[in-house]
């Protein structure tokens, strides 16, 4: 039975179609049957590999399953934040994104069933997108060792409206105390960096002196009886659920969906007016440019200035380097620790850089080819698109030099040789990672940095790969291996099989 | 290449048996001239084949079949010498919403080889007559749809084209802004320029155009000045609306 057109099934009915249609664009032009081909496949595949993992690492934990909920809380670490990290920006794109909001705005419809039906999607697609990964592993639990594992499903369901509260709230208060215009950049850094925070919190704990890690361990470990760390205490209720303890799991889904139905009984109206001011922020008045404009002869200077003055007032840039480096650089102290007490932290730091200069050419190369905002006005100058490309490839490599000079000067410091071959293997990885963004173009808005690799998996893979390759040359290079050939020939050959096939015509 | 360079004799533009097709023909074997300072009015219903016209012209879509020569300079063998003398105008203004206006137009002439001494006052010239001199150094991701317009308008103009093609130029533009820009075209016609235009709005082609060509399903059913079109519709003294209606073949009734 069609749901009354205004009420919220109805809305709920309009977004999960919205939704379904967002997953199908993600398998670009495969058919509903080859779509449920390879999502089955996956499944079956995730299961098979839950199965055989679990079978071989169950057999050290026969004294139950409460000795199962650390592992089951590390994994409640990557899990809870990545949910809410998904709802802050979903939530942020559900308010910036003009699409059908203008008609609802101006329907006279309540904004509660509206807001509420749209929350209630940002939770479903977090959950889904989380359970393909999660769900195999509780139906291999509930077969190899305990069916109360089965307590997954609506531990699951319940974390998402957990999180999907909590990005609501967070994303609205950002747009409270920041404001509409810079909410969009703000949430989506934030979101970024909740989503990370297990993996930089381990990185925190690995660049902490010895003292002070020891010190963090041993807090871990004591779970004093009444501690934050008990597994009584109420930080360990959401882990207890999954387990299938029936009042864990009871007030874990009871708080979940209290905080949800909080969040969408008294955030509706500030959602809807907050999406009015969120249009109106577009328009605003320009920022003036206060610097006279110099004109400058020739193809090389208007294009390299183009390209400079749209990077230098990208805000989603800066960001996006800044966690780059975050998530890069503390490898740098793993492997100087690794080098034992006569290491150098000048060379430990030279395979970060190379990592840093890989991932920021790549980024430099989307917001220059990609992310082009008149590519059609380009294709109607008297220019032919090989000079035009050639001319953005030299634009980015003045911003890329700024970036990496610091670190490398500092490489230099430890010696002639360390700075001359981590120079040459910065230039071959930034190269590298521009040729396959320019080989590769994933077209995009320049706000959609952050979420630049959502739009491309094959791009993505090969980037991480590419830069890891270079990184992992350097750091057998340095040590004086031939086996540094190896990732060089493999990163080469990566780099040769991702060649256009065919040369387009160049005007 | 300047306009001295350019063959006098040569029409501004000349296709020849220009074809398109994205599954079903949406450019049909068009023949079309335009000369020197001409102001050419393209109409035609939604779909007609228009803007794939123009853009196979502006060089952003490779024919099927068929030839294109501007002032003399085939455009399908050497497009890089026919771009340097045309202007290309789409419906939506192409803009760098983090660009100044005047930053814009230095990259415009750039690409286009203006020399600077050339560009520069040109680009203030510009500027001033459209109105947007006050916001010359605001970044366009503030303006209204009819001022980023004018940008892109005086973007098209900077180089001095000898062709200027323009895809619905009026759209999103205030009475004052669209009068500015029509004295603007036909100052440019004076000077030897050829405009080609698309509208919907046929009191603007009516006004303005030396001919009128009126196309439909890919082909042109009809071309000439009005009182031509008027003998070719069989109602002299009709409007433009109703040649171009009982041309179209739509139903006068059904399109008031």
Known sequence: MRPQPATFR??????????????????????????????????????????????????????????????????????????????????????????????????????????????????????????????????????????RWLAIYPTLAAAGLFGTGLGLVLMLGLFRFVGPRRTRVVANVLATLIGASFAIGLQAYNIAPAAYRMAISEWLSGARAGGLLDRDSLIWIPIRAAGGEPWPLLLWCGVSLALFLAAVLTLGDFFMRGAGAAIGSERREAPQVKRATRFRAGVGAALRHKEWRLISRDPGLASQILLQIIYTMPISVVLWRAMGPNGSLALATAPALVAVASNVSASLAWLAISSEDAPEFLATAPVTRREIERRKLEAIALPLIVIVALPLAFVWSAGFKAGAVTTVYVL???????????????????????????????????????????????????????????????????LWTQRPKAVLATA | MFVADLPDASPALSLRGLSKSFGKPAVDRLDLTIRAGEFYALLGPNGAGKTTTLRMVAGLLPPDSGAISI?????????????????????????????????????????????????????????????????????????????????????????????????????????QAARLVKDLLRERTRRGCAVILTTHILEVAERLADRIGIIQHGRLVAEGGLADLQAQAGGAGATLEEVFLALTGAPADRAA
């Open chain 1, 428 to 494: 071959a990885a930034a190269l590298a990672a521009a040729l396959l963004n320019l080989w590769h173009p994933v077209p995009g808005r320049r706000g959609d940095i952050l979420r630049r690799h959502s739009q491309s998996k094959l791009v993505a893979m090969m980037e991480h790969m590419l830069s890891l390759l270079w990184a992992v040359a350097l750091a057998l290079t340095a040590f004086g291996s031939w086996a540094a050939m190896v990732p060089i020939v493999c990163a080469l050959f990566l």
């Open chain 2, 71 to 175: 002032f003399g300079i085939d455009a399908l063998r050497d497009p890089i010498a026919a771009k340097r003398v045309i202007a290309w105008l789409p419906d939506e203004p192409m803009l760098y919403d983090k660009l100044t206006p005047v930053e814009y137009l230095e990259f415009v002439a750039g690409l286009w080889g203006v020399p600077p001494e050339l560009a520069e006052p040109r680009a203030d010239e510009l500027l001033a007559t459209l109105g947007l001199a006050e916001n010359a150094r605001s970044r366009c991701e503030g303006f209204s749809r009819g001022m980023k317009q004018k940008v892109a308008l005086a973007g098209a103009l900077i180089h001095d084209p000898k062709l200027l093609m323009l895809d619905e130029p009026l759209t999103g533009l205030d009475a």
């Open chain 1, 10 to 147: 109805w809305f709920a009915a309009h977004d999960l179609k919205l939704a379904r249609r967002r997953v199908r664009a993600f398998f670009g032009k495969s058919g509903p049957i080859k779509i449920t081909l390879i999502l089955g496949a996956a499944l079956v595949f995730f299961h098979a590999l839950a199965l055989f993992a679990l079978d071989t690492a169950l057999e050290d934990f026969e004294d139950g399953r409460r000795a199962l909920y650390p592992f089951v809380g590390s994994a409640a670490l990557f899990i809870l934040p990545w949910i809410v990290s998904q709802a802050l920006t979903n939530a942020t794109r559900a308010l910036y994104t003009r699409g059908d909001l203008d008609i609802v705005l101006s329907s006279p419809m309540p904004a509660r069933p509206v807001f509420a039906a749209r929350s209630l999607a940002i939770a479903l697609e977090s959950i889904f997108s989380v359970a393909i990964f999660v769900l195999p592993i509780a139906n291999a639990l509930a077969l190899l060792a305990d069916g």
